[in-house]
C-alpha cells in the first residue's frame, strides 16, 4: 500500500538527515514564523497522530544533532539544540551548519580507536577503568561471553546492551580486531576439557603413583582422580573454587614443567608459588575474564596475592592428601609449604574493615545516589537496603542472594531470625536486629510488596531484581559488582579531602561488610559468643580476630605517654 506524501516526509525525516520539506518547515521557524505556521505551510498533515507543532519542530532539530553526533562534531551538536527563547541569536549559524552537515561523511570507527571516541563518557569511562581502553580490546569481549560487563564496575545491563548495540551495527570490527592477535600467539593453555594430553604426561604412568592393586579409586589417570575428588563436595560454589585451582595446577605441571600431576616433587612445588606470584609468560597465562569456551580465556586475571597464593597451596595441599589416602600417590609435594605475607590476621584487623566515621560517609554517600549521582531510584534504594540489611547481619553475599523472605521467622519471644543454610551446607540463623527489620520495611515498600509478614509470597527473594514485576532476585556476581560500582563512587566523591580512605575503598569488596558488622558489633559491647554463633563460625578463634583496638586512641595515649622531653603535657 503507498504511503501518503506527509508520511513519506515523516519516514524520511526519522532517519538520517531531515528531508526538503522537514527542513523547509525548521527554515520557517527560524525566519520568523511560529512552530504552527511553519508546520501548517511546509508539513500539513503531520499533526493529525496527535503530535504538536512544537514537537515536529524539535524532533526536526534532534534528526539534524543526531547527525552531527555520528559526524563526530560535538560543536554542532550544541549550536543546533539551543535554547528555543535564543533563536533569532543563531539564525545564520543554523543555517550555515545545516550546509556543512550537507557535505560530511559519518566516519567509520576503526579497531585502534579509543572507546571514548565511539561511547557515551558515562559508559567509557568505567570500561576504560577496567582495562579496555581502544575498540578492539572490546570487541573480542563483547561476543565471547553472555554476561561480558558483569565483572566491570560502574557498567550494567543497560550501559552494556548500548555498547551491544553499537558493535551490531559495525560487524566489521570484530574481524579487523581478531586481525590483530599475533599469529605467533601460544594457545597450549586451554581448559582442561579441551587439553590434549600424552600417556607421558597424563598420570597413567605418573612418577609417584601407588601400586594400582593397592588404589581404591577407579581412576586411570590425574584428570579422572580429581575429578573423583571433585565430586565428593556437594556445594556449587565449592566445587568451582577447588576445579579453578586443580585446574591451573595441571596446567602449569603439564605446560610448564612437562610432567602429570602424579609426578610433581617438592622442589616443583616450590616453582609453582613463585609462579602464582608472578604468572610468566602473562600472554600465555593471564587475561580478561572469558568465557571458558573462548579462545581469550586464560587460568589467570593477574598475579595473585599471598593469601591468594596460601589458598592455591592448601587447595593443592588437600588433593594431595586425598589421593593418598585413596592410595593413589605415595606422597604430597606441598606438605610443610610455607607462604610469607599469608597471615590473616593483622591485614584483616587494620585494613578490611569500615571505622564507624568510614561507615557514616558510605551511608550519607549511599544517601544521594539517585538526587546527586544519577543513580536510578530502584537501584539507590536496592543499594541502601544492602549496605543496613548486611550490615545488620553480617551475611555473605551468597546469603543475601540466595534467600527468600519465607527463611525470615519470629519466635515465642518476639525476636525476629533469619534462617538459612551457609558455608559448607551448614544449616543456622541469623538474629534480625531492628536496623535489618525497618531496611526490609523500606525495600518491600518501595518494590510494591506487602510489609506484613502473613501476605508474603515465601518464594519471593530477599534481594529483588529493578523489575517490580519480578519476584526473582539477582546473581552474587552482579551483587558484587553493583557494590565495587558503590564503593568506586564513594572513593571518587571524596578523593580530594580523603585520599587516603578513598584509595581504601578502591581495594574494598563486598564481604567487607561482615568484617565490620563484627568488629562494630564487639565494640559496642556484644559478647565474642554472640558474635560467633551470628557469624556461624565454628571456632571463637576465628571470630576474636575482630577485636583490635582503636589505634587513634593508642596513638594519642602513646603521644602523652612519650611526649618531647621539656614538653608540657
Given at each position: 500500500m503507498k504511503s501518503s506524501p506527509s508520511a513519506r516526509i515523516l519516514e524520511e525525516a526519522s532517519q538520517g538527515f531531515p528531508g526538503v520539506a522537514a527542513l523547509a518547515a525548521l527554515r520557517a521557524?527560524?525566519?520568523?514564523?511560529?512552530a504552527t505556521e511553519a508546520?501548517?505551510?511546509?508539513?500539513?498533515?503531520?499533526?493529525?497522530?496527535?503530535?504538536?507543532?512544537?514537537?515536529?519542530?524539535?524532533?526536526?532539530?534532534?534528526?539534524?544533532?543526531?547527525?552531527?553526533?555520528?559526524?563526530?562534531?560535538?560543536?554542532?551538536?550544541?549550536?543546533?539544540?539551543?535554547?528555543?527563547?535564543?533563536?533569532?541569536?543563531?539564525?545564520?549559524?543554523?543555517?550555515?551548519a545545516i550546509d556543512v552537515l550537507r557535505g560530511l561523511t559519518v566516519p567509520r570507527p576503526l579497531v585502534t580507536d579509543a572507546v571514548e571516541r565511539w561511547l557515551p563518557a558515562r559508559i567509557a569511562k568505567p570500561i576504560r577503568a577496567?582495562?579496555?581502553?581502544?575498540?578492539?580490546?572490546?570487541?573480542?569481549?563483547?561476543?565471547?561471553?553472555?554476561?561480558?560487563?558483569?565483572?566491570?564496575?560502574?557498567?550494567?545491563?543497560?550501559?552494556?546492551?548500548?555498547?551491544?548495540?553499537?558493535f551490531a551495527s559495525h560487524p566489521s570490527l570484530t574481524a579487523a580486531a581478531r586481525a590483530l592477535v599475533p599469529l605467533g600467539m601460544q594457545h597450549d593453555v586451554v581448559p582442561w576439557e579441551r587439553l590434549y594430553v600424552s600417556h607421558e604426561v597424563d598420570g597413567?604412568?605418573?612418577?609417584?603413583?601407588?601400586?594400582?592393586?593397592?588404589?581404591?579409586?577407579?581412576?586411570?589417570?590425574?584428570?579422572?582422580?580429581?575429578?573423583?575428588?571433585?565430586?565428593?563436595?556437594?556445594?556449587?560454589?565449592?566445587?568451582?573454587?577447588?576445579?579453578?585451582?586443580?585446574?591451573?595446577l595441571i596446567l602449569w605441571a603439564i605446560v610448564e614443567r612437562g610432567k602429570a600431576l602424579s609426578s610433581l616433587t617438592t622442589e616443583d612445588a616450590v616453582a609453582y608459588r613463585a609462579f602464582l606470584r608472578h604468572p610468566v609468560p602473562r600472554g600465555r597465562w593471564v587475561g580478561p575474564s572469558a568465557a571458558r569456551s573462548s579462545p581469550e580465556w586464560r587460568p589467570f586475571t593477574g598475579a595473585l596475592s599471598a593469601r591468594s597464593v596460601a589458598y592455591a597451596l592448601s587447595v593443592a595441599g588437600a588433593l594431595f592428601r586425598w589421593l593418598i589416602q585413596q592410595r593413589y600417590t605415595l606422597g604430597n609435594p606441598f606438605a610443610g609449604i610455607k607462604v610469607r605475607g599469608a597471615s590473616r590476621s593483622e591485614?584483616?584487623?587494620?585494613?578490611?574493615?569500615?571505622?564507624?566515621?568510614?561507615?557514616?560517609?558510605?551511608?550519607?554517600?549511599?544517601?544521594?545516589?539517585?538526587w546527586v549521582h544519577e543513580w536510578e531510584a530502584p537501584a539507590a534504594q536496592r543499594l541502601r537496603f544492602v549496605l543496613d540489611f548486611a550490615y545488620a547481619t553480617g551475611l555473605r553475599i551468597g546469603e543475601l542472594v540466595g534467600t527468600t523472605l519465607g527463611q525470615i521467622e519470629a519466635d515465642v519471644h518476639g525476636d525476629h531470625w533469619l534462617r538459612l543454610?551457609?558455608?559448607?551446607?551448614?544449616?543456622?540463623?541469623?538474629?534480625?536486629?531492628?536496623?535489618?527489620?525497618?531496611?526490609?520495611?523500606?525495600?518491600?515498600?518501595?518494590?510494591?510488596?506487602?510489609?506484613?509478614?502473613t501476605l508474603w509470597n515465601p518464594k519471593t527473594s530477599l534481594l529483588g531484581s529493578l523489575d517490580l514485576e519480578s519476584t526473582d532476585g539477582i546473581t552474587a556476581t552482579r551483587l558484587w559488582s553493583v557494590m565495587r560500582r558503590f564503593f568506586l563512587k564513594v572513593a571518587e566523591v571524596i578523593e580530594a579531602d580523603s585520599p587516603a580512605l578513598a584509595e581504601k575503598l578502591r581495594r574494598a569488596s563486598p564481604h567487607w561488610m561482615r568484617h565490620?558488622?563484627?568488629?562494630?558489633?564487639?565494640?559496642?559491647?556484644?559478647?565474642?559468643?554472640?558474635?560467633?554463633?551470628?557469624?556461624?563460625?565454628?571456632?571463637?578463634?576465628?571470630?576474636?580476630?575482630?577485636?583490635?583496638?582503636?589505634?587513634?586512641?593508642?596513638?594519642?595515649?602513646?603521644?602523652?605517654?612519650?611526649?618531647?622531653?621539656?614538653?608540657?603535657?
Open positions: 521557524w527560524y525566519a520568523g514564523l511560529n508546520i501548517a505551510q511546509y508539513l500539513p498533515h503531520s499533526t493529525g497522530a496527535g503530535r504538536s507543532s512544537r514537537a515536529i519542530l524539535g524532533g526536526i532539530r534532534r534528526q539534524l544533532a543526531d547527525q552531527a553526533r555520528r559526524c563526530r562534531r560535538d560543536d554542532l551538536v550544541q549550536l543546533i539544540m539551543h535554547p528555543t527563547s535564543e533563536r533569532p541569536k543563531h539564525v545564520r549559524a543554523v543555517m550555515a577496567h582495562g579496555l581502553r581502544t575498540l578492539a580490546d572490546l570487541t573480542v569481549r563483547v561476543p565471547r561471553r553472555r554476561r561480558w560487563w558483569a565483572s566491570i564496575p560502574g557498567l550494567g545491563a543497560t550501559g552494556a546492551r548500548q555498547v551491544e548495540a553499537f597413567s604412568r605418573g612418577a609417584f603413583r601407588a601400586p594400582p592393586a593397592t588404589c581404591i579409586l577407579d581412576a586411570g589417570n590425574d584428570y579422572e582422580a580429581v575429578q573423583a575428588w571433585l565430586s565428593l563436595h556437594e556445594s556449587a560454589a565449592t566445587q568451582r573454587a577447588y576445579r579453578k585451582e586443580a585446574e591451573r591485614p584483616l584487623a587494620v585494613t578490611r574493615v569500615f571505622g564507624e566515621g568510614e561507615w557514616a560517609i558510605l551511608r550519607a554517600v549511599a544517601e544521594g545516589l539517585e543454610v551457609g558455608k559448607g551446607g551448614k544449616a543456622g540463623k541469623v538474629a534480625l536486629p531492628p536496623l535489618a527489620r525497618s531496611a526490609l520495611e523500606r525495600y518491600l515498600m518501595q518494590r510494591q510488596l506487602p510489609v506484613t509478614p565490620t558488622h563484627a568488629t562494630h558489633a564487639l565494640a559496642r559491647g556484644a559478647e565474642l559468643t554472640t558474635v560467633r554463633d551470628n557469624l556461624r563460625h565454628a571456632s571463637i578463634t576465628t571470630t576474636s580476630i575482630y577485636l583490635h583496638g582503636d589505634e587513634v586512641k593508642r596513638a594519642r595515649q602513646m603521644d602523652a605517654a612519650f611526649a618531647v622531653r621539656g614538653s608540657v603535657p
